[in-house]
């Protein structure tokens, strides 16, 4: 029995043992599962990234070679370390601080030493590599940017963190990804795969070939070519407009729901992020708390929407049938709440809806508003009800657009004002600012552009969107190609793009008219206030304005927002004009008005905070 026993258990050892030689033998043959043997060394080839195209095929971004010098930690020999960080161009105490770094995260794998050398660099240090055992060259691809315009969408590309390592086991140390904009949202497909080499070795630690006769060995694939409907002329031209000036300008493509432009002011050169200085150039540009070139304004910017707003409520009312395109109110240049007046700039008299929008009457759009109220028994009811048409427009909430930051903006509700001024304490003329756009209301100009070309489809918009292929092949992403309707009935949309349209031949853009074109719009002058020393002070206004065009075809829609840029028509209203006639025609025909945007700055105007000169203070919002 004793025998018996004993001979079960030596057979059963030599079957654990013979299982666990043939999973070893069998399936842990892997590059990733023999990274720890001292015997093998892994070699990533890196695949180019994708290019980046605009719509018209004009290339954005494409590849340039660059060279990282790479160190593996166990295998460094004594060296003469002043020379060798003299030809690397790195100080003594950085290329302790880089080994020592490398030698935590793993003394049998590769780390970058020195990321991105430059050509004239890397030759002037491959003939001495030899000298440096443990040390070696991997080359790269960065990115090589054919526009100075574009940053704030296209993002940037650097080395991954912890935390990405950590994330994402795709990755490893001193590997690079999408940070922000399209790199970031689409940097599955633009990275491509990389290939891997195993390599055998020695005892005496030589390179003898490929492991396993190469069967673990892949080929690297190449990224894949996105398309991206932004138009690069209309953006560099818009960037151009911007110059010295803050703020944010969006144009969408109603028919499509594709960007046409997304601009931000201040912003920069996106070639600045790319190369040795990426990382002093990032700093310098993300501690400029003053001007932020860095924060897009184009989607992260929530200013009041002004008299833009108003075409909102006026559909509102129409389909509410509270009011009908020919109903009246008498402005008093203003209107009351209480006994308190709100200035109006119209010049006074009997409005109907389309005097109204054209002349941007503030008694009017107060009219309107209290009778949509009127109509519920409850100003909560009426509240709610507002708010879902508002956001049937893409209002308060992100819109879903691909790229991966922005705000939601804010449509108010019951609850809101609930908690400002208690349950059933509050009644519409507590909230008559949002009646023209003033108050608790705000909107990206992302959002505005959208609200915009739903108006110019009569009633309802796609997800604003960049992408237009990848790999050559058209998107077909439902959240991209399905329509998103209003809660608006169309026929109520004809009357409102009239009186815009107005806007143009009579109204308060009347001078802003482009040959051959028509246009419907609505300006916008926005109250300004910041806290200077701790007191509530008000600065020059913003100017925004938005637009579609043409009236009946329309081929763009769009919203600019200037900062400090006084009323609607002036800043806003006049870069909006340049820039459908720059889209739809090729050409700008006021030269004298091309020429005073792309030189006058409101710099002057962002120093008066620090400066202590007087702001110019609208005497009413239009």
Known sequence: MKKLVLSSIIILIGITFIGRLSYLQLFRSSANQILEDPAIKVVYDYPERGYIYDRNGELLVANQPAYDVMVIPREVK????????????????????QLK??????????????????????????EKMRKYKGFYIEKRSLRDYNTPAAANVLGYISEVNEWDLERNPYY????????????????????????????????????????KNGTLDTLPEPGKEIQLSLDKALQEY?????NGKRGGIVAIEPATGEILAMISGPTYNPALLVGRER??????????????????????????????????????ALQEGVISPETTFRCYNGFYVGNKKRGCHCGGGLR???????????????????????????????MDVWEKHMKSFGLGDYLGYDLPTGRKGRIPNTEYYDGVYGDGRWSSTYIISNAIGQGEVAATPIQLANMTAAIANRGYYYTPHFIKKIGGEEIRDPRYTQKKYTSINPQHFEPVIQGMADVYSKGTAKWLQVPDVTIAGKTGTVENYTRIDGVRTQLTDHSIFVAFAPVDNPKIALAVYIEHGYYGARYAGHIASLLIEKYIKGEISRKDLEKRMLEKTLEHEYAKPYSGEEFKINEYVW
């Open 238 to 242: 818009g960037e151009q407009l911007m």
């Open 352 to 382: 109907t809806m389309n005097s109204g929008i054209y002349k941007s009457c503030n008694a009017y759009f107060a009219g309107t508003f209290r009778k949509f109220y009127e109509k519920y028994p409850t100003t909560d009811e009426g």
């Open 78 to 97: 004594p060296l003469d370390t002043l020379e060798f960080c003299s030809l690397l161009g790195i100080s003594k105490e950085r290329f302790i601080s």
């Open 279 to 316: 990382s002093k150039n990032y700093s310098k540009l993300h501690y400029d708390t003053i001007s932020k070139p860095t924060w897009d304004r184009s989607i992260l910017a929530e200013p009041s929407p002004g008299s833009p707003f108003k075409t909102l409520n006026a559909l509102v």
């Open 101 to 126: 770094k490398a030698r935590v995260y793993s003394p049998r794998l590769p780390s970058v030493l020195v990321p991105q050398l430059s050509k004239e660099d890397y030759a002037g240090l491959q």
């Open 172 to 211: 490893e140390q001193g590997e690079l990804t999408g940070r922000t904009g399209i790199e970031k949202q689409y940097e599955e497909e633009l990275r491509g795969r990389k290939g891997v080499k195993v390599i055998q070795k020695d005892r005496f630690n030589r390179d003898i070939g490929p492991y």
